[in-house]
């Protein structure tokens, strides 16, 4: 009797990274993403973990979490992890990436964005139109630190560049430790920018260029399996969008629409 076909699991990232369900529910975010992640290390004749990646970023914790659970598991079990991206696997869809041994993406992908950037809105001048007094009291000085609803301060910027560059540096240290000696510094990796497939592979932020289905029966043979692991619906989120919640006033809506931008801006970014 011939031994069973290889498994390869797959898990797909596709979305920003963040806690806020976006109003099209394809947020990343570990506490949707912990229970697929462990029982893809958990599939019967499992050769390899593959990640589908398709994501512009966003929380730099959430990244660091997801990376974190998917070495420590490949590590555990023994298993190869293999990442693919498709559109985009920039910023914190890079730092997804590096959870893999090895990354592979199509030649107009789109990777790097090794940075670290914050973004919001400001209210001040809408407020006092409507004759709202906005009233903040702090035990501390940088407790309000940007409130959006106030004017910003020279001296909030220069703490929030602070922790930025503090944030940098250990996406920086990652992307060292992860790509190792196949890493070609220059003087754009950790700038920010991004670069297509080809552009990335000359760096050595990727491995090779391919899709999840040719590298895999490359790797382990026509006979491979593919086996999606998806994140289970959650409850809730679909009476809300439908109107059903029993609890949804103004501030909800204002703050559903403020992520809905901020999403559409994160991917606009890129062309997407």
Do not use: C
Request: hydrophobic share 45%; aromatic share 6%; net charge positive.
């Amino acid at each position: 009797m011939p031994p069973p076909p290889p498994v390869v699991a797959v898990l797909r990232f596709d979305g920003v990274i963040s806690t806020r369900r976006s109003l099209q529910g394809k947020s990343l975010s570990m506490a949707g993403l912990a229970e697929p992640i462990e029982r893809a290390f958990r599939l019967k004749d499992l050769a390899a973990v593959a990640l589908l990646i398709n994501s512009p970023g966003g929380s730099p914790v959430q990244s660091a979490l997801m990376e974190r659970r998917i070495r420590q598991l490949a590590a555990e079990r023994n298993v190869p992890v293999l990442a693919f991206a498709e559109d985009v696997a920039a910023s914190g869809g890079y730092w997804l990436a590096l959870a893999a041994d090895e990354i592979f993406a199509q030649d107009a992908s789109i990777l790097g964005s090794i940075g670290v950037v914050s973004a919001g809105f400001g209210f001040p001048d809408l407020i006092r139109r409507f004759g709202i007094e906005r009233r903040v009291h702090t035990a501390g000085t940088s407790k309000a630190m940007l409130d959006p609803f106030r004017a910003e301060e020279p001296e909030d910027v220069e703490r929030l560049k602070a922790l930025q560059l503090d944030i940098h540096e250990g996406f920086k240290d990652l992307v060292r430790s992860r790509r190792g000696a196949r890493l070609k510094e220059d003087g754009e990796i950790f700038t920010g920018a991004v670069f297509t497939g080809r552009q990335a592979l000359a760096r050595g932020l990727i491995d090779g260029i391919g899709d999840l289905r040719q590298v895999m029966r490359e790797r382990f043979g026509t006979r491979v399996r593919f086996r999606l692991v998806a994140e289970r619906p959650r409850r809730g989120f679909g009476l809300r969008r439908l109107g059903f919640a029993s609890r949804i006033g103004p501030v909800d809506l204002l703050a559903d629409a403020l992520t809905a931008l901020e999403e559409r801006a994160i991917w606009a970014q890129f062309g997407l």
